[in-house]
């Protein structure tokens, strides 16, 4: 096999999407000259015409490389990576066996098992195994989307030793990130097999990955059991990649591990840029057949001829075919189903005798007439809205100008009194000596509610924004068709005008709600140092919290990050940097020490992230640095993790004995974790939603809330159900009308469902 280039070996990728792309990219980024051939004529005139791109975040990077279809491509191929659809396999396959050379070779980067397949066209000595775990997606032509870290294993098949050309291959691909080289390559394709199955059933339903698999385990661990029963009939040994650890899925687990296990895999899916598969966007986005069907045909085979039942990997393939031109049926009940089949009732049901108690409904749905009539209630009084929210956003409120925070609460009082009426009581707990906003508490009664449940609902919010004062000046309250703009109006103004309007149709149509507790502190921005106990105090005694901060790209939040904030100090002793080097202990040296330390304190698989942010030390570069300071941001997604990092801060010493290290700071939010009676509501709320027609998301993210206290202190929490929009804290802040419409009803049909059950 000749290459133009002995430094840089040439490859031709044949399937240029996701994965193809991805590896296309990385390969010729570091040099190698690289040949596309795809079949999709768009996609190929477009890596001609810009090169191939790959966008990351906000950012998008192109490199030139050859671009063809099979009917353009001329002249014989080498090293073949071969990356199309599974389905696709062998038309790929026998296109370049034709133009194979005697020493060239294939390796199969697909998902599924195609190594035979491939090896009938072109010999099993031209082909080797692969392993690829890849988030990415083909978002436009000639442009793949890098969904985050994955896993690439590369193998002779059959468990054969690596040999020099998988290694060759191997040190080639690690331009683009953590590729390895292994004998037991089907143990890592089986594992895969389990995995991929459960992220297929997720594309059963529109919602992210991470949250589906987290609240249908009995469905996901029965799948994979399924799977993983052939694979121990087979003898293969089952490889871990990424966050999955594939030992406590297999039949007859400990649950208790298999649970740890479950807590890690969602974990890090939820710390991913692409919160739902490939599977979901070929059906959703693509409309196009799925591939997923063609990957499992080798396990049914073998289930067969073993003698092992399938019945939920069947269910769940015979539910992707049906979505195949029709993904307006998908559905979460479709999961709830796969939980039934599985033994286990879905979250929200009367759990069966041998099983655990499942959470309870927080409330019942009420009539789907009742629902509408709120939708088109509010919808009349649209207008009403927009005025309400515009009065509200030129009313100024910097967390740091308590002028303007008592002026815009004076306003609010006034606004709630013409809107909601005279509350039962109402309470001022002032915060002005502490610098900040004053805390408003009103409480409305219950109107024929019949719900066992008597306790208020906690209806959280905050009247403070990050705008300076004088931001109005120049960026005042803007409204272009159904497009609002204007400081705060997404974080949060229009949420509380939401959830006021909410109460304002139930009370005109006469439906019923339960009593509600209406909050509102002036320093959430700034970390609700002086009302969060107030609020937890609050919360005690409250059925539960409706938190009406902004949506999360349309989404409710069921699991937030908690946030840490903290100030590493080292001090050491000065000294002349020339003429006495070795009289002085140096404050910066030490904190360079410490913070590779603390480096090694990430988990990005359990969701923690830790960043050293400032750092500031010593005076002059020719005196020993005396002082040394480095500022530290901490996210975590589990208590155990908030643990683990308080611990392992406590426990910093010194690297040199002559310097002193110190740790101030603490936790600003406790962690908001998905509990049972949190996804409970969110189940209801979700239901709530498609009575008025909308399909409703869940989202974890790694902003804190004021729902971090209440959930950390015992009270379940709604959370994200305010305005729909984006541009937090930026000058692109901005919401919709026909959000603040959908919004107000979904929040005033949950209402209702609370007063009923």
């Known amino acids: 096999m000749t290459d133009p280039s002995p430094e840089r070996a040439a490859y031709t990728v044949v399937g240029g999407g996701a994965i193809g792309g991805t590896l296309a990219f990385a390969l010729a980024r570091a040099g190698h000259p690289v040949t596309v051939v795809d079949t999709d004529p768009a996609h190929v005139a477009a890596i001609r015409a810009r090169g191939l791109v790959v966008a990351h975040g906000g950012s998008r990077t192109s490199v030139p490389v050859d671009a063809a279809t099979p009917d353009e491509f001329t002249g014989t191929l080498g090293r073949v990576l071969l990356a199309v659809k599974a389905q696709a396999t062998g038309t790929a396959a026998a296109w370049i066996a034709a133009r194979l050379e005697p020493d060239g070779y294939v390796v199969s980067l697909q998902n599924g098992f195609n190594e035979d397949l491939i090896a009938q066209h072109v010999g099993a000595r031209r082909t080797v195994a692969a392993f690829v775990n890849i988030f990415a997606d083909v978002v436009e032509p000639g442009v793949v989307l890098d969904g985050g870290a994955g896993a690439l294993v590369v193998g002779e098949p059959g468990g054969s030793p690596v040999s020099p050309r998988v290694r060759a291959v191997v040190a080639d691909l690690q331009s683009w990130g953590p590729a390895v080289a292994s004998d037991n390559v089907e143990g890592y394709l089986w594992a895969k097999a389990g995995f991929g199955a459960m992220l297929a059933a997720t594309a059963l339903a529109d919602a992210p990955m991470a949250d589906l698999i987290d609240r249908h385990r009995p469905a996901m661990a029965a799948l994979t059991g399924e799977i993983f029963a052939v694979s121990d009939r087979l003898g293969v040994t089952l490889e871990a990649f990424d966050a999955f650890d594939p030992l406590p899925f297999r039949q007859g687990t400990d649950p208790a591990e298999r649970d740890a296990a479950f807590d890690r895999l969602s974990a890090w899916l939820r710390t991913q840029a692409k919160d739902r598969s490939g599977i979901w966007r070929d059906l959703a986005v693509r409309h196009r057949p799925v591939e997923v069907t063609t990957h499992y045909a080798g396990v049914f085979e073998h289930a067969a001829r073993e ?90 409120s910097a967390s740091d100008d308590l002028d303007d925070l008592a002026a815009c609460l004076g306003w609010l009082r006034d606004w709630l009194d013409r809107r909601l009426g005279t509350p039962d009581t109402e309470e001022i707990l002032p915060r002005a000596k502490a610098g900040t906003g004053d805390i408003l508490v009103r409480r409305y009664p219950a109107r024929d509610a019949v719900a066992e449940d008597g306790r208020p609902v906690l209806l959280l919010g905050h009247y403070d924004t990050v705008w300076p004062t004088g931001t109005l000046d120049d960026w005042p309250f803007r409204r272009d068709g159904d497009h609002i703009s204007g400081p705060g109006v997404f974080d949060m103004k229009a949420g509380l005008v939401q959830a006021v309007w909410g109460l304002r149709a139930l009370d005109a149509l006469g439906l019923p709600r339960p009593a509600c507790t209406l909050m509102l502190n002036g320093d959430e921005e700034t970390g609700s140092l002086t009302s969060h106990e107030a609020i937890v105090a609050e919360s005690h005694g409250s059925r539960l919290a409706m938190v009406f901060e902004a949506a999360a790209d349309g989404a409710i939040k069921t699991a937030r990050k908690g946030v840490g904030l903290f100030t590493l100090t080292v001090t050491g002793s000065e000294a002349h940097a020339g003429l006495d080097p070795t009289a002085g202990a140096s404050a910066v040296d030490e904190l360079a020490h410490q913070i590779l330390r603390l480096a090694d304190l990430r988990a990005p698989d359990a969701g923690t992230s830790l960043n050293v942010g400032v750092v500031e030390g010593g005076t002059r570069s020719n005196v020993t640095a005396g002082r040394a300071v480095g500022r530290i941001d901490i996210r975590v997604a589990s208590a155990a993790e908030q643990d683990r990092i308080s611990e392992a801060l406590a426990a910093l010493r010194p690297v040199d004995p002559r310097t002193r290290v110190q740790i101030t700071g603490d936790w600003n939010r406790p962690v908001f974790e998905r509990t049972e009676q949190v996804a409970a509501l969110a189940e209801l709320t979700r239901r709530c939603a498609a009575l008025l027609g909308e399909d409703l998301r869940e989202a974890s993210v790694g902003g804190a809330s004021d729902g971090n206290f209440v959930v950390a202190a015992g009270t379940p929490v709604l959370d994200g159900i305010g305005a729909v929009g984006s541009g937090a804290h930026a000058r692109s802040e901005n919401t919709s009308v026909s959000g603040m419409v959908a919004r107000s009803a979904l929040a005033a049909t949950v209402l209702v469902s609370l007063a009923a059950g």
């Open 307 to 396: 003698g092992l039942p399938t019945p939920l990997l069947r269910t769940v393939m015979d539910g992707l075919r049906s979505l195949e031109g029709a993904p307006d049926g998908m559905s979460e009940g479709r999961l709830e189903e796969l939980d039934r089949l599985a033994g286990s009732p879905a979250p929200g049901r009367t759990a069966e005798p041998d099983h655990p108690a499942a959470p309870a409904k927080p409330g019942r749905l009420p009539a789907a007439e009742q629902a509408a009539a709120v939708r088109s209630w509010l919808d009349e009084h649209r207008e009403d809205m927009v005025a309400d929210l515009d009065a509200y956003t030129s009313q100024g």
